[in-house]
């Protein structure tokens, strides 16, 4: 199979009633690497929007149904951390979204998912800088701090 270079990606902040964001403690390519602490998303599959993209992956990776997704608020290419991701070049859509909070659903997940994901919790920026783990991309907390 050809190696993927690049992926597009959309990226989703779920914030709840109190300000904190939905946040999975998961593995990227390799259990070898510590886990990471990410928003909801991912990639954009062939002929998918990045709206479309963000629409699906949340209903896939939390259980929550929207019917429509503001415009993104970031747009633009980034270099993947390669302890993550085994594709070298990237761009992402950054979404936010304000519901009521509530407990993600694993029905839609993957195997992959299913073997990844440690744990989720809803977070302010201030405990995710807080807390033991890393978390990606480097600038999470002060992208959360600019939208929440």
Do not use: C, N
């Amino acid at each position: 199979s050809a190696i993927v270079t690049f992926r597009a990606t959309s990226r989703v902040l779920l914030f709840d009633e109190t300000g904190r964001t939905l946040l999975f403690l998961q593995y990227g390519k390799s259990h070898d690497v510590p886990a990471r602490w990410i928003t909801p998303g991912g990639g954009v599959d062939p002929g998918e929007s990045h709206d479309e993209a963000a629409l699906r992956e949340v209903v896939e990776e939390t259980g929550l149904v929207l019917d429509s997704i503001e415009p993104p608020f970031r747009d633009e290419d980034f270099v993947p951390d390669q302890r993550w991701h085994p594709y070298q070049t990237g761009h992402w859509a950054w979404y936010s979204v304000t519901t009521t909070r509530f407990e993600p659903a694993r029905d839609g997940w993957t195997e992959e998912e299913r073997a990844d994901v440690i744990d989720w919790r809803w977070m302010t920026a201030d405990e995710l800088e807080a807390d033991e783990h890393e978390f990606e991309p480097p600038e999470l907390a002060d992208i959360i701090r600019g939208r929440g």
